[in-house]
């Protein structure tokens, strides 16, 4: 079964993570999605695209905690280049705008897809997070981004304490666009891809382009330092402890 599905309708590119039972991204995973980002991107039919999860009550957990604790250094940082470098170089190139559809649990690098989009759309019963410093590493790359759209000290609370919250809150931080009823957000990331998809493709493109480079070239300058950052964090003995107890499920003794 394939981990990703990729559709087209009504000029919108939908891709929807479809790996029980939680969205675990792998190295395989992450590839497919660059693809049909690139894909969309591409097609000139394509006005908008959506990203979104078939799985109820799940975004994506993040990268496969496992993959990073069994793996050698080589291969961890593969999995980073492609969710910090090539995801983010991607989504600055994109000339469409991008939306996150969040209907359940997004956190770590699921957390990464979603800020990622250019909008996000959550259903009022989902959660988000960074819990990367209970299993000993580092959600380095919100480190650069995530104090300029939530303010500097409540995103040191966020990433330094990771803890879970609410639709709710993450609407009242700046950090979601639209808040929808348990289900249906989908179907509200549709309704803002149409109104987009309703206004001038040239004009999009190119304000989308300006855009970018107002607010993120900085950010995508930063993304290979924040990558390095959490290499090497991920090889030191507190990630080996971190995430060996994640998987044990017991508390990590640091």
């Known amino acids: 079964m394939s981990t990703l599905s990729y559709e087209v309708k009504n000029q919108v590119a939908e891709i929807l993570f479809n790996n029980p039972p939680v969205n675990a991204l792998s190295e395989a995973m992450l590839e497919d999605y660059l693809g049909m980002l690139e894909k969309a991107s591409r097609d000139p039919e394509v006005r908008a695209v959506i990203v979104g999860s078939k799985i109820p009550g799940r975004f994506s957990a993040g990268l496969n905690l496992m993959a990073i604790h069994t793996g050698e250094p080589g291969k961890v940082r593969a999995l980073l280049d ?107 990331a549709r309704a803002l891809a149409q109104t987009i998809c309703g206004k001038s493709a040239e004009v999009v493109r190119t304000g989308k382009n300006a855009f970018m480079y107002a607010n993120d070239n900085g950010y995508r300058q930063a993304v290979s330092a ?14 080996k402890e971190g995430i060996a107890a994640f998987v044990e499920k017991r508390k990590p003794v640091w």
Request: net charge negative.
């Open 82 to 188: 492609r969710l910090y470098v090539r995801m983010t170089e991607i989504q600055f190139n994109m000339g469409k705008p991008t939306i996150a559809a969040i209907g359940g649990t997004a956190r770590g690098g699921g957390m990464t897809i979603a800020v990622s989009c250019d909008m996000i759309v959550a259903s009022s019963m989902a959660t988000f997070g960074y819990p990367e410093i209970d299993a000993g590493v580092l959600p380095s790359i919100h480190f650069t981004h995530l104090p300029r759209i939530i303010g500097r000290h409540r995103a040191f609370e966020l990433l330094f304490t990771g803890r879970s919250f609410s639709a709710q809150e993450a609407v009242s931080l700046g950090l979601v666009s639209r808040l929808t009823e348990d289900g249906q957000e989908l179907e509200g």
């Open 226 to 239: 924040a990558a390095d950052s959490f290499c090497n964090v991920a090889a030191a003995s507190a990630a």
